[in-house]
């Protein structure tokens, strides 16, 4: 628990200076408001001997500093901890992402799918809570709770020692008794919802087919005992996680009485001036708004830790693809692109995906793998990206391994598009710039016809400005096909691996986008990866890939 | 956004229950507040003019006691608030779920209910806050200012004037800068989403970013962005933040002015020390209870919501009244047909099919086609007693559908799904779905015509293997496959197929074409369909348009 603070307080660090900024506004929030209560108490006290007004000059001033001063103190300490916040944030996102940057695709292991990947991403967003509900809450406590226990002393230290007492018993004592008392619900607590959640959301979505078939009954009885499990288990809960508020009202109560009998037995025995009895008690009262937070801060910190940890878990994995220490030159204009004997899984223990496979792609030519889904097709782009790296055999551009090159070099010679390829959230330029931003307008212009989507483009009434949407969700699928391939062929790669370009295009398309792709690849090869017949007659090679190995298609 | 929904009330007998009790406790909680001012005030201003210890034990041991008493009260507010908030959303679940089976199971607005639905498990929080924080907080924001406001008036009513001056001071310009403020926080979370729908879609693109070689150039757009967000919503939150204060302002000042007028008059000899006391311990309660009403409103907000969304669909005018009571005829007694049909969705304007009119004859293929969005789904789901005709009315053999038993009606109708559903079990039970008391045999028997045989023997434990949520994920073809062999073990004389093979590849799509060769043997068949494979076999070929069923190809293939 504590080592994974230490590590994701050194992943998601906060600026020094800031965070000490911080604690000081908001212990200076909570020290005015008692010392509003405190100084009141006094001056009032004080009045009551009826001394000549000018006397009470210095309480009055001080009780109007005060009341304005804690308003104040609580504004800019709010504005410091949320800046601080966003700047936990920012940093946290860029070191996530540096860290998985090395790992994509392959090396993020479960997170490739969608879903996961915005759960990560929800992961690094709670991050934010770390400073601001998790650390400054008890930092604050601290060192408001020090001062206020530090001017009682200076009055009467019995009493600054109740007070200790009762402080530490509320930040200490009730998080941890509440935590005990709802540990055993809330471990059911979790897993009843689950199941409620599940049974609720398969009911709804499978409703007419339940209700066709004559199971509706039956569907409902489960989802009313699921329902009645987890009321059970909940109402058992409130009873316990109640307890924890009404314990510090309890025990906040408690030491203000005691401080308040020291107060007076201290009095009755001379040692302590009357007109300091109401300020011990009320610096007691207020002195409790320190320790107040702390319970919902454990839970904050809980619920951010759990997230840390999902994140830390992924930052630390290594990759294992790095740069050779002295790389071979980048090959200009290669003739052949290999693979030779690879045998490749994503992970130790993992079934072999390729498994003996061997493939070559001649300068110009344009072969075809098939297979069924799931057969490892993917796994053949991973391994010539060098998103992979084979545990036997190699790939090979004109006969040298590329684990020779440079990753960049590998890369700027192989373009990948098709169903995976990943249109961002912007314009039509950015996206088909994205591999030579520097390219010109008559670059793009030249990629954008050659596959057939300049006339598109054109005509949209901003053009190549147009953006694209989420996901290119405002394009057709063979519009955003096309984008992809453009994309591809601007950076002028030797080798151009089409994976799954027709997923989601009916026949007719499919033909069209296959039939302009391949004419615009010009001298670059093309490995059109598919499991549909389309393109397939213009191909020079049909090969499939069976049981992790290549063979010729019949 | 509204503090409280009326329709709650009516609702949920546990709403109504818990507001009596939080009156109560609300009630205890401010007396018991102007008894520890009373008695904190007294036992200091006793010490003060010389009592001894000994004689304010009594009084110390009431203090003792009256703590106790408040953290009681809270402890029983919170858990009477969850515990009212557990019963009002299980109820209003259930309610959810059996209306939904009942009366409308063909949703109208799918998605929003799935999200809602979603939301009904884990809103539980929000409504905990809201019941279990908020309503007892709102409670205490109108009991405890009146009661301290009258036992300070009573004590010394100048001090009351002037906590009455200040106090709508409070509510007033919390909504005006709460106004003014809402606006431009909706434009930060705006800003959020914005924010972290960029940093999602930087990592979903990470492999491409790779294979570009453009990862590296991505960390300073990053943090570009990151720090542009920081400073709009730092912007904004300086406004935000104001009201917050404000009110903060008025309480710490109300306090700071009551003690120095109080002082100011101790010193004229005009009021009591213990008076005075009495006072200021009451100052800060005055404005407590509001300040804190202000923090728990955004966490009850989102319960709320929660809680309306539910209400809202349970509003929703149900599309089947199934209120038949004959038993339905075999559709093998005679023909099926549909009889000036017409049906309009409530949330799209126009009518979907418009005096529909289709006559299926035992035995025979129906091919119904037509391009997407022209009401081909709709047939099937008005023929399966998922919706009612608005106009006219669906007869087999003679016998109008909408006066006999839904149940009865239904015994007779197998259905393929275009995206059937799976059940969290085994395959087997999948399969069962179509005839409870099937045995293994038999399911084994549907899923061999079906065409799912193949596959389910590969899987690793068979027919017992696990599927669904959580369990093993289906294809797309597979799914379709299950479902054929639910129609098989069925072995109803009538089958409605939507779409048999939509999204499927070919060797998928072909299987499932056989499959529904075997399925027209001795079965009349309704298929929506638009691939040629599926058209070909049909006996006829009904083309939708507008709303009505316009060219007739009698026996395209031989």
């Not at chain 1, 919802?193 to 409703?207: D, K």
């Not at chain 2, 259930?94 to 939301?119: F, K």
């Not at chain 2, 790779?210 to 720090?227: C, K, L, P, Y």
């Not at chain 2, 799912?452 to 994920?473: C, K, M, N, S």
Request: aromatic residues 4%; glycine residues 10%; hydrophobic residues 50%.
């Amino acid at each position: 628990m504590t080592s994974a603070l230490r590590r994701l307080l050194a992943f998601a660090d906060a600026p020094r200076p800031r965070l000490a900024l911080a604690v000081l506004l908001g212990t200076a929030t909570i020290v005015f408001g008692a010392g509003l209560m405190a100084t009141a108490g006094y001056l009032i006290s004080r009045a009551a001997e009826q001394p000549p007004i000018l006397s009470l000059t210095v309480a009055i001033v001080a009780v109007r500093f005060f009341g304005i001063a804690r308003p104040v103190a609580r504004y800019l300490e709010r504005l410091v901890s949320h800046d601080l916040a966003f700047r936990v944030l920012a940093r946290a996102r860029v070191r996530a992402y540096e860290r998985m940057e090395p790992l994509a695709p392959a090396g993020l292991g479960g997170y490739r799918h969608g879903d996961l990947l915005s759960r990560l991403v929800a992961d690094v967003d709670a991050l934010q809570n770390l400073h601001l509900r998790g650390l400054l809450p008890p930092l604050v406590a601290a060192a408001s709770g020090a001062v206020c226990v530090g001017v009682t002393a200076a009055f009467l230290p019995a009493a600054a020692l109740a007070l200790a007492g009762g402080l530490l018993a509320v930040a200490l004592v009730v998080p941890l008794v509440s935590g005990w008392l709802t540990r055993r619900t809330a471990g059911r607590q979790a897993p009843a919802r689950g199941v409620l959640t599940s049974e609720l959301v398969e009911l709804l979505q499978a409703a007419p087919e339940l209700v066709v078939y004559g199971r509706e009954e039956e569907r409902l009885a489960r989802v009313q005992a699921a329902d009645r499990d987890l009321v059970r288990i909940a109402r058992r809960d409130a009873f316990a996680a109640g307890l924890g508020d009404g314990l510090q009202l309890g025990l906040a109560g408690a030491t203000v009485v005691g401080v308040l009998w020291l107060a007076v037995e201290a009095h009755a025995d001379g040692r302590l001036d009357r007109v300091l009895i109401a300020l011990l008690a009320l610096l007691a009262l207020a002195s409790f708004e320190a320790v107040q937070p702390l319970a919902g801060a454990a839970r904050e910190l809980g619920a951010t830790l759990a997230a840390g940890q999902r994140v830390l878990e992924l930052v630390e994995r290594r990759s294992r693809i790095v740069d050779p220490d002295d790389p071979s030159p980048a090959p200009t204009d290669p003739s052949l692109v290999s693979l030779e004997d690879v045998r490749a899984r994503y992970g130790t223990g993992e079934p072999w995906v390729l498994d003996g496979a061997s493939l070559c792609l001649e300068r110009g030519s344009r072969v075809a793998l098939v297979g069924e889904s799931g057969a490892g097709k993917t796994t053949v782009t991973n391994l010539l990206l060098r998103f992979l790296d084979p545990e036997r055999g190699r790939i090979a551009i004109d006969g040298r391994d590329i684990r020779q090159l440079r990753q960049e070099d590998v890369r700027s010679l192989i373009a990948v598009a098709g169903q995976d390829a990943h249109l961002f959230s912007a314009s039509i330029r950015d996206n088909v710039g994205l591999g030579r931003p520097e390219a010109t307008g008559e670059e793009l212009e030249r990629v954008l016809r050659l596959v057939g989507a300049w006339d598109w483009v054109r005509r949209l009434p901003d053009g190549w400005d147009t953006p694209v949407g989420e996901q290119g969700r405002e394009l057709s699928g063979g519009e955003r096909q096309r984008l992809c391939a453009a994309r591809a062929l601007l950076v002028r790669p030797a080798l151009l691996v089409l994976d799954e370009p027709t997923a989601h295009l009916d026949a007719q398309a499919a033909s069209a986008l296959i039939r302009d792709v391949f004419a615009a690849a010009g001298d670059a090869s093309v490995l059109l990866i598919t499991h549909r017949p389309e393109g397939l007659e213009l191909c020079d090679r049909v090969v499939e890939l069976r049981h992790g190995e290549i063979a010729s298609a019949e | 956004m509204r503090t409280f929904d009326p329709r709650l009330l009516e609702r949920a007998s546990a709403v109504r229950r818990l507001l009596a009790t939080d009156v109560v406790i609300g009630v205890g909680t401010a007396l018991l507040v102007l008894l520890q001012a009373v008695l904190l005030a007294r036992i200091v201003s006793h010490a003060f003019h010389g009592a001894s210890p000994a004689a304010l034990r009594v009084d110390l041991t009431l203090l003792v006691a009256v703590f106790a008493g408040r953290g009681v009260l809270t402890w029983s507010f919170e858990v009477a608030g969850r515990r009212a908030a557990q019963s009002v959303l299980s109820e209003l679940r259930l309610d959810l779920v059996e209306r939904r089976l009942r009366s409308q199971p063909r949703s109208a607005d799918g998605a929003a209910e799935g999200e809602i639905v979603a939301a009904a498990v884990p809103g539980i929080d929000g409504l905990e806050a809201y019941f279990g924080r908020y309503l007892p907080q709102l409670v205490l924001a109108c009991v405890v200012p009146a009661a301290v406001l009258c036992l300070v008036a009573a004590i010394d009513l100048r001090s009351a004037l002037l906590m009455l001056v200040t106090l709508p001071l409070v509510p007033v310009f919390m909504w005006l800068i709460g106004r003014y403020t809402e606006e431009r926080t909706r434009e930060r979370w705006l800003a959020l989403r914005l924010l972290s729908s960029h940093f999602l879609d930087v990592v979903r693109g990470l492999p491409t970013l790779r294979a570009f070689n453009r990862a590296r150039a991505q960390v300073g757009v990053i943090s570009d962005v990151g720090e542009r967000y920081r400073r709009a919503t730092m912007g904004t939150l300086r406004v935000g933040f104001l009201s917050g204060s404000v009110l903060e302002l008025a309480a710490t000042l109300g306090v700071a002015l009551v003690a120095v007028t109080i002082g100011v008059r101790l010193v004229d000899g005009g009021l009591g020390l213990q008076a005075g006391l009495t006072v200021l311990v009451l100052a800060p309660e005055l404005y407590l209870p509001l300040r804190q009403l202000g923090t728990q409103y955004h966490a009850s907000a989102d319960g709320l919501a929660v809680a309306e969304g539910i209400l809202g669909l349970l509003e929703a005018a149900p599309a089947v009244a199934n209120s038949g009571t004959l038993a339905a005829p075999s559709p093998e007694s005679g023909p099926v047909r549909f009889e000036g049909v017409s049906f309009g969705y409530p949330s799209r304007s126009g009518l979907v099919l418009d005096g529909f009119e289709l006559e299926l004859r035992a035995g025979e293929t129906v091919a119904l086609v037509g391009p997407s969005g022209a009401g081909k789904s709709t047939v099937a789901d008005l023929l399966l007693l998922l919706l009612e005709p608005q106009a006219g009315r669906i007869t087999v053999d003679g016998v109008d559908l909408g006066s006999c038993r839904a149940e009865s009606w239904r015994e007779y109708v197998a259905w393929v799904p275009q995206r059937p559903s799976i059940l969290r079990g085994s395959v087997a039970d999948n399969i069962r779905l179509g005839d409870v008391s099937a045995t293994d045999a038999q399911v084994r028997d549907a899923a061999v015509l079906a065409g799912a045989d193949a596959f389910v023997q590969r899987l690793p434990d068979g027919y017992r293997t696990e599927i669904g949520d959580g369990g093993r994920q289906l294809s797309a073809g597979e799914r379709r496959r299950i479902a054929l062999a639910r129609a098989f073990v069925r072995d109803a004389p009538l089958v409605l197929l939507d779409e048999p093979t939509a999204d499927l590849d070919d060797e998928s799509a072909a299987v499932v074409a056989e499959a529904v060769e075997r399925l027209r043997v001795g079965r009349t068949l309704l298929v929506v369909a638009h691939r040629p494979e599926l058209v070909r076999h049909a006996d006829r070929i009904v083309r939708l348009e507008a709303g009505r069923a316009v060219a007739v190809a009698e026996k395209v293939a031989a």
